[in-house]
C-alpha cells in the first residue's frame, strides 16, 4: 500500500490481558517508530527502530511494554498484563534513512476495561 | 525533559478568514514539523523545516522556522471548512526522537 497501515484499528481488552498491535511501514523506509497518544494530547515517543534494531526504547513507560521488528520492515507492539492506564491511540510512523520526516499510519485505539 | 507549548489551545474562525498558530519551547530544535490530525486518522505531515529563519510554504500553507531555534509558526490563509482539525508542531534536536506539542484546535464556521 501508499501508506503506513496499523492493525487492529480497535482494540478492547480486559485488564490483565495481553495485547499485540501491529505496523506494516511504508516500502522502502528504513525507521520506524510507535507513539502513545491520549485523549486531547499529542503523540508522545515510545521506541524507534532503524531496520531491525531498536536504537531507542526511552519512552516505553514500563517493562510490560516491548516492540520488535525482526525482519527490518513489520513491527508489533506487544503490551502485557494491560492496564486501564494503558488506554489510548497507538501510532506508528515510518520514514527514510537519514530524514526527519515522519509519515503517521490511522493508530490503533486501545481501551482496557 | 523537553516541552512544547502551542497556542493558542483552540480558535473559532470564520471560512475565509487568515490563522496564526505558534509553538514555543525551551530547549534549541534543529527541526520543525507541522502535522494536522483529523478524527479517527493519524497526523498528516504538512510542512518541514530545517534552518533557522526559513519560511516554507505548502499551497495556502506557510511555516517558519524562528531565529532563535526555540519557535515556529504556522499560518494558514483564506480558512476553508476542510481546514478543521487539531494542527500539531514536533521538535527534534538532532535524533530521531520527536516532541510533541499539544495541539492547535481549529474550528472553521461557515
Known amino acids: 500500500g501508499a501508506g503506513v497501515s496499523q492493525s487492529p484499528r480497535y482494540k478492547v481488552a480486559k485488564r490483565g490481558q495481553d495485547v499485540a498491535l501491529r505496523c506494516d511501514p511504508i516500502?522502502?523506509?528504513?525507521?520506524l517508530f510507535w507513539y502513545q497518544q491520549a485523549l486531547g494530547q499529542g503523540p508522545e515517543f515510545l521506541t524507534y527502530?532503524?531496520?531491525?534494531?531498536?536504537?531507542?526504547k526511552s519512552g516505553l513507560p514500563s517493562d510490560r511494554f516491548f516492540a520488535e521488528r525482526p525482519e527490518g520492515s513489520v513491527s508489533t507492539l506487544k503490551i502485557q498484563r494491560t492496564q486501564q492506564e494503558d488506554s489510548a491511540v497507538y501510532l506508528c510512523?515510518?520514514?527514510?534513512?537519514?530524514?526527519?520526516?515522519?509519515?503517521f499510519g490511522p493508530g490503533t485505539r486501545l481501551t482496557v476495561t | 525533559g523537553q516541552q512544547l507549548n502551542q497556542s493558542p489551545q483552540s480558535m473559532f474562525i470564520q471560512e475565509g478568514e487568515d490563522v496564526s498558530m505558534n509553538c514555543t519551547s525551551s530547549?534549541?530544535?534543529?527541526?520543525w514539523l507541522w502535522y494536522k490530525q483529523e478524527p479517527g486518522e493519524g497526523p498528516v505531515l504538512l510542512i518541514a523545516?530545517?534552518?533557522?529563519?526559513e519560511l516554507t510554504s505548502n499551497g495556502r500553507l506557510t511555516a517558519q522556522f524562528g531565529i532563535t531555534r526555540k519557535d515556529s509558526f504556522l499560518n494558514i490563509s483564506a480558512s476553508i471548512p476542510s481546514d478543521v482539525g487539531i494542527y500539531f508542531c514536533?521538535?527534534?534536536?538532532?535524533?530521531?526522537?520527536?516532541?510533541f506539542g499539544p495541539g492547535t484546535r481549529l474550528s472553521v464556521l461557515p
Open positions: 510512523a515510518s520514514s527514510l534513512a537519514y530524514s526527519q520526516e515522519q509519515y
Open positions: 516500502s522502502g523506509h528504513v525507521s
Open positions: 527502530f532503524q531496520n531491525e534494531a531498536q536504537l531507542d
Open positions: 530547549s534549541i530544535f534543529n527541526t
Open positions: 523545516l530545517y534552518k533557522a529563519g
Open positions: 514536533a521538535g527534534d534536536n538532532y535524533g530521531q526522537n520527536f516532541v
